[in-house]
């Protein structure tokens, strides 16, 4: 385990941790506003018109959205969703309209940056993930602004030489095109572990550390150390003792990269790690990965831009691409988490006060239950055409009846069944609700959020959403020994899955199995391969007795050394 001998901590900048791992050098600070001078000669370009200037803006979208096309050609995986997504946004018909109804009193690229700061708002008004789109939204303007004037697109350079690239945030057209030989480590002072910085980086495996305040306010070329595992940014490093550091972490990822599984602790004791899935595309990535089966394959985002619901047919043919992937191992699929930060067009009700705790997962099928029929017979056919072990939890349960009704559903097509913890009154009730299902998975995302009252999308509120928050691990620990007395399993599946750290944590609480993004599997499984069952009881202990998410850190780096 890589740990910090620097004595003086008073200088230390602190964000919440996404990859583990330790870097040292230069800083490159992200410089991505369009220079002011080149907006001012611009004026409005001579576009007195509005439909001169409308055609002006799709000429601008045209180039903007084409260059995410471009990128997400040469990516892979979650940065290629991403900046599909960009591309999407960029193009958007109700973005265009508020733009043309703007032109009518404003120049171009006023019209622009007002029309982005509509759904600016509208996004943060919903919250959750759809909130952190706001970052990709700012990007758009930026790269629109840029084309209209006549400016260079901003956004991260090449460094040339190995650095610590540091930004207010990162756009995913940036973080996507990153090259894991010059960048050392990301350091960004918004954003948080669900961000699209986070989610880049950990499938690129470069150390990342989001949430830091203060890091703009670093000097490019000063030298800096990323402790990207305690969440620590260190701007006077001594250069021996950073150098060291680096040195013991690139040790440890090279046993990490040398892991090949299947999961246990040093003592033999085995832990079930899984992989998070999306689509059948993002199966067949992972079933390359050291992992037993798939612990969350999220089926709601296979139709984000669906209008209709797709048909039982429809829904068969994508889930059998996932399974058969998987023919013969583990697969729990998540039934429809849409709501909230996921909305789906022909499910999700428009316009709640309070979206995040409003009509999303299961509740969706209170007032349309053939949503959740139907998708269980698609499952249910799936399964039995490729034979995997299929079983399938649902999302925001909240009573014992609801996990007993839905459990009951599942059955009747031969299925196993269970549910996610993220509400905190089923961790309450977690010896009641094993009475009906066979096993439970912790979504420690929502959890935390929950359990916390934090937008988990909100910087300002990054240590309340911390999954190290010793609240929430209590409520994971009473979770899993319920799982103990019955002799049920209890998984995590959330991003806290993904830290190694605090996988070891979850395993001495009696957690027996996480589900992750693929990438992370490796230092996962690594880590706990070189941890006894003692320690990990040990280290599950420490973390429970802190007061806060930095006191359980350090209590647990120090059992772990």
């Known amino acids: 385990m890589v740990t910090s001998t620097l004595s003086d901590t008073s ?120 909130a952190e789109r706001t970052t990709d939204l700012r990007d758009i303007e930026k790269r629109l602004v840029a084309r209209i004037v006549g400016a260079p697109e901003p956004g991260v350079t090449d460094p040339g030489t190995p650095s610590v690239v540091v930004a207010d945030d990162l756009a995913p057209a940036d973080t996507a095109g990153l090259d894991p030989r010059t960048v050392l480590a990301l350091v960004t002072e918004r954003g948080g572990p669900t961000s699209h910085t986070a989610i880049i980086a950990r499938q690129l495996g470069i150390p990342c550390v989001v949430g830091v305040t203060g890091a703009t306010g670093l000097t490019t070329g000063s030298h800096v150390l990323v402790d990207a595992t305690a969440g620590t940014v260190d701007p006077d490093p001594d250069p021996d003792e950073a150098r060291a550091m680096v040195e013991r972490a690139g040790e440890e990822r090279a046993r990490a990269d040398a892991w090949d599984g299947p999961g246990a602790t040093a003592d033999g004791t085995p832990v079930k790690l899984l992989a998070n899935v999306a689509d059948g595309e993002s199966a067949r990535g992972a079933e390359g990965q050291p992992v037993e089966g798939v612990g969350l394959f999220r089926t709601e985002l296979c139709f984000l831009g669906r209008a209709e619901e797709p048909t039982v047919e429809e829904q068969t043919a994508i889930y059998r691409e996932v399974l058969e992937a998987f023919a013969g191992r583990q697969v729990v699929l998540r039934t429809l988490d849409a709501g909230s930060d996921k909305p789906l067009a022909f499910a999700t009700l428009p316009g709640e006060d309070n979206p995040a705790l409003g009509v999303r997962g299961l509740r969706l099928s209170f007032d349309d239950p053939g949503l959740l029929e139907r998708q269980l017979d698609a499952v249910a056919a799936a399964a039995q055409q490729t034979g995997a072990q299929v079983q399938v939890m649902a999302p925001m349960v909240a009573t014992v009846a609801e996990a007993a009704d839905f459990a009951a559903q599942v059955r009747q097509r031969g299925l196993v069944a269970g549910i996610m913890v993220e509400v905190p009154a089923i961790a309450l009730l977690a010896d009641q609700v094993l009475e009906h299902v066979d096993f439970l998975s912790i979504g420690t995302n929502d959890l935390t959020q929950y359990a916390m009252a934090a937008d988990r999308m909100a910087t300002s509120l990054a240590h309340l959403t911390d999954p190290w928050q010793p609240a929430v691990l209590k409520l994971v620990a009473m979770t899993a020994e319920a799982g103990r007395r019955a002799g049920k399993p209890v998984g995590v599946c959330g991003e806290a899955a993904a830290d190694p750290m605090l996988a070891c944590v979850l395993v001495g609480l009696g957690v027996t199995s996480l589900s992750m993004a693929a990438a992370a599997v490796r230092s996962v499984g690594a880590r706990l391969a070189t941890t006894s069952d003692d320690q990990c009881a040990r280290a599950a202990q420490a973390a429970l007795g802190a007061l806060d998410p930095v006191a359980a850190r350090e209590a647990v780096l120090a059992v772990l050394a």
Request: net charge negative.
């Open 11 to 130: 200088s230390l900048l602190r964000g919440a941790p996404v990859v583990p791992g330790a870097a040292y050098g230069p800083v490159v600070l992200v410089q991505d506003d369009v220079p002011a001078e080149a907006v001012e000669a611009f004026g409005d370009g001579g576009l007195a018109d509005a439909d001169a200037a409308l055609a002006a803006y799709d000429d601008a979208v045209g180039a903007v959205a084409g260059g995410y096309e471009a990128k997400a050609g040469r990516a892979s995986g979650a940065a290629t969703e991403v900046l599909v997504a960009s591309a999407g946004l960029a193009r958007d018909k109700g973005m265009r309209k508020a733009v043309r109804r703007r032109l009518a009193e404003d120049d171009l690229v006023t019209a622009v940056r007002g029309a982005v700061s509509e759904f600016v708002e509208k996004f943060e008004a919903l919250g959750g993930l759809m």
